[in-house]
């Protein structure tokens, strides 16, 4: 069966979605519709067609990128297309008209199957579109977001009002959902009603290939005292300022004679000699373990955003970020700041980890020896389950359900 597969190709829980569909035995037909970040001449997953980048051809005026000399109209930019986007909705404008064609193009030519949609507001987006265009075609659409759209100070912006608006018109009329979390089906309920649709909760597990070889030695880490080491495996980049600035986290982590390390990190942190910045790996590097092996050196790896974001987000208390899914793949205990509901749920049920209060809890667990000891030996005997391709079998019969309803 042919699977055609709409997403940010370059996102590393994209590259574990596509692994897990393509491992479930479907041949995989994949249109790039965020930043490749040069990967579309090396896709780490072999035997996949990458047949288009709509990103590159900037073919869909919802999600186009700004130019820089119209940065300055960049709140009415998005008044403007926020707004269209509301009436496409609701069904009071008709669809973006090339994006409808290439759609029917690409329909008619490959005549896929169904069709999967993942990351964010981007997979209810296309969703629609497919089910406008093809209305007989299955959709699945994954949900590893939501909301995407941050309330900030709990001010409702417009783009999340879009996003929920999309939501409450067209989830109920998709045909399959897989989300990431319980507590992320739980809260689209709560919103959008029942679903009564074909449901499953599968979490975006990376590919089998980011996890270190078996028979890998531990690396040595450039410290030379007894105090505990954790390693921080949040985006490099730091996507929003306030989102992803965790230095205050770190100093004061640092304050406790506890060894931070972070791609990313300020400097005022690394001159306490307790904060140290590792060198960045490359995507090449990830795709072969290097990463996860180098993170199982550590004590623990932190689950952490700028704390004063996290409890006024649904979005942090559901999700299960890529940052939990890259420590899972090192084998080692995972430390989730509280307020992550969903993935301290997850770690307490694996026995693979631990949710601290603040960073002198945080210190005394890591101090706990013996418990440490367990919770390390049982992340690395599960990290052989937690991987994309280990859900072929549940992806399977989830698709299997589509076509026998």
């Not at 018109?169 to 979390?181: E, M, Q, T």
Request: aromatic share 10%; hydrophobic share 40%; net charge positive.
């Amino acid at each position: 069966m042919k699977c055609l597969f709409l997403g940010h190709l370059a996102n590393h829980a994209t590259i574990g979605r596509v692994a897990a569909f393509k491992a479930a035995g479907y041949e995989m037909l994949l249109i790039n519709v965020g930043a490749a970040n040069g990967l579309m001449g090396e896709y780490p997953i072999d035997e996949v067609a990458i047949i288009d980048d709509w990103h590159k051809r900037r073919l869909d005026p919802y999600y186009r990128v700004v130019k820089k000399r119209f940065m300055g109209h960049m709140k009415c930019h998005r008044i403007i297309k926020s707004s269209i986007e509301y009436f496409r909705i609701i069904g009071m404008l008709s669809e973006n008209i090339n994006l409808e064609m290439e759609l029917r193009q690409v329909i008619s030519t490959c005549r896929p199957d169904f069709a999967v949609l993942h990351f964010g507001t981007g997979a209810i987006h296309y969703a629609r579109i497919i089910k406008r265009v093809q209305p007989n075609l299955p959709v699945i659409d994954i949900l590893n977001l939501l909301p995407s759209n941050l309330a900030l100070g709990g001010k409702k912006n417009i783009s999340l009002l879009v996003e929920m608006a999309s939501y409450h018109h067209w989830l109920g009329k998709i045909d399959g959902v897989i989300f990431a979390s319980k507590e992320m089906h739980d809260f689209a309920e709560r919103q959008f009603g029942k679903l009564g649709k074909n449901i499953t909760i599968l979490p975006d597990y990376l590919p089998k290939d980011f996890q270190y070889a078996d028979n890998s030695e531990r690396e040595q880490l450039d410290v030379d005292d007894d105090n505990p080491s954790v390693i921080f495996l949040g985006a490099p980049e730091r996507f929003g300022n306030k989102l992803d600035d965790v230095d205050e986290e770190f100093m004061k982590l640092a304050c406790e004679k506890v060894h931070v390390y972070s791609s990313a990190i300020s400097d005022r942190v690394v001159a306490t000699g307790f904060g140290h910045r590792y060198h960045n790996l490359s995507n090449h590097d990830v795709f072969r373990g290097l990463l996860s092996k180098y993170a199982n050196s550590f004590d623990a790896a932190l689950v952490t955003y700028n704390k004063e974001m996290i409890n006024k987000e649904e979005r942090f208390r559901s999700t299960l970020p890529t940052r939990f899914f890259s420590a899972l793949s090192a084998g080692i205990p995972v430390a989730v700041r509280e307020g992550f509901v969903s993935c301290s749920r997850f770690v307490a049920d694996q026995k693979i980890g631990f949710t601290y209060k603040d960073e002198k809890d945080l210190k005394s667990k890591l101090l706990d020896k013996a418990a440490m000891f367990q919770l390390r030996n049982k992340a690395n005997e599960m990290r052989k389950q937690f991987h994309a391709e280990a859900q072929s079998i549940l992806i399977g019969r989830f698709v299997e359900k589509l076509f026998n309803r």
